[in-house]
Structures are given as structure tokens and as C-alpha cells.
T-cell receptor
């Protein structure tokens, strides 16, 4: 059973460019969350997608947007990249049952984004 | 708003030593509490969890007790191994209607033979 997968593994972009990161949830999961983890820091919640809609959003600007597809996979888009957007971007998935009980989220290995 | 404070690392221990990583939190309502572990080059893995006061979460020899009176969820292990070397994150979910996890900054543990 494949866990949460993310692509690409690493990415280098220039300031001002746009980037798209991709995530496939664990089998049986329908909810996808995105987190930004700066070097030496804990992950920070960006937003969560459920039933193809953004259900909750953290304290991130509108430059960060997302999408969820009918097969539950998800994309994170970041426009007008800043140097401060350099971080590890983590995707996490969960199932409806987990969401209502213990809220166990399964994390992917992340995409390392470097903005130069 | 919600926040999690962890003891700063890095923490270096000899194999078989006792481990404590302190975690305190601030949250509205009745949060669920979690410890996640991140091994080098990997994503976060859920280590243990507790969903209400006085619950004890345990896994792989690690334990943590949800203490509402002290708003704490300290991680402990009686005898660490080299394979426990990783970064440990304390996290909370503030309650029904909130879907985000709020994480601490992480504590890096190195266990030497």
C-alpha cells in the first residue's frame, strides 16, 4: 500500500516565478493538507482540501493556492515566489474516520523548494 | 491563538539513557495532542497521541501523558537507542471544527553508542 507521495523531490526556482507541487494521498484517504516547514522550524499549516474545496486555511497570503482533483490528489501553487518561500513543503492525508476521531494524518516525504 | 512550546535542542544522550522532551501548549477548547518524529530525509511519522486529559499515549517504548492542569505533554522513554536519533515534534489540534495541526519547533535528539 503506497503511502503519501509527493513530486518533485527537489525544485529550484527564481524569485518572481510560479511553482506547482503535487501530492497523492494514501489509499483510502480523501482529505489533503499542506504544510510549510522552514529550516529548523516546525511545519506550519497552509490549508486543507476536502471534497475538492478548501476547508480551512492558515495564515498564508493569497499567493498560495491549491486544488484537489476528483481522485483526491492535490496541487499546491505558489505565485510570485519570494526568497522566504524556500522551505520543505509537506503534504498530509487523512481519512474521514480519522478526521472525526483521533485525527491521524499521514505525511509524505516533502518537496524541497529553493528560491534564488 | 494556539501554540506549542518545546524544549530547545539539540539533545545528545548515550545509548540506554532516559529521555525527556518537554512540551507545553496553549489552546482554546480541549485539544488533541500528538508527538511526531522525523527521521533524516523522511516525512513526519505519528509517534503517539492523546485525545483527552489524563490519557497516556504510548508507542515503541515512548510515552506521554496529557496533563490539562499543567498544559503539558512531555515525551519520555526509559532507554534510548541509536535508532531513536531523529527530530521530535509536539503538536496539537485545537478541537472539533479545526483541521490544522499546530507544531512546536522540534527537538533534535542524537543518541551515541
Amino acid at each position: 500500500d503506497a503511502g503519501v507521495t509527493q513530486s518533485p523531490t527537489h525544485l529550484i526556482k527564481t524569485r518572481g516565478q510560479q511553482v506547482t507541487l503535487r501530492c497523492s494521498p494514501k489509499s483510502g484517504h480523501d482529505t489533503v493538507s499542506w504544510y510549510q516547514q522552514a529550516l529548523g522550524q516546525g511545519p506550519q499549516f497552509i490549508f486543507q482540501y476536502y471534497e475538492e474545496e478548501e476547508r480551512q486555511r492558515g495564515n498564508f497570503p493569497d499567493r498560495f493556492s491549491g486544488h484537489q482533483f476528483p481522485n483526491y490528489s492535490s496541487e499546491l501553487n505558489v505565485n510570485a515566489l519570494l526568497l522566504g518561500d524556500s522551505a520543505l513543503y509537506l503534504c498530509a492525508s487523512s481519512s474521514p474516520l480519522a478526521a472525526s476521531l483521533t485525527y491521524e494524518q499521514y505525511f509524505g516525504p516533502g518537496t524541497r523548494l529553493t528560491v534564488t | 491563538g494556539d501554540s506549542v512550546t518545546q524544549m530547545e535542542g539539540p539533545v545528545t544522550l548515550s545509548e540506554e539513557a532516559f529521555l525527556t522532551i518537554n512540551c507545553t501548549y496553549t489552546a482554546t477548547g480541549y485539544p488533541s495532542l500528538f508527538w511526531y518524529v522525523q527521521y533524516p530525509g523522511e516525512g513526519l511519522q505519528l509517534l503517539l497521541k492523546a485525545t483527552k486529559a489524563d490519557d497516556k499515549g504510548s508507542n515503541k517504548g515512548f510515552e506521554a501523558t496529557y496533563r490539562k492542569e499543567t498544559t503539558s505533554f512531555h515525551l519520555e522513554k526509559g532507554s534510548v537507542q541509536v535508532s531513536d536519533s531523529a527530530v521530535y515534534f509536539c503538536a496539537l489540534r485545537s478541537g472539533a471544527g479545526s483541521y490544522q495541526l499546530t507544531f512546536g519547533k522540534g527537538t533534535k535528539l542524537s543518541v551515541i553508542p
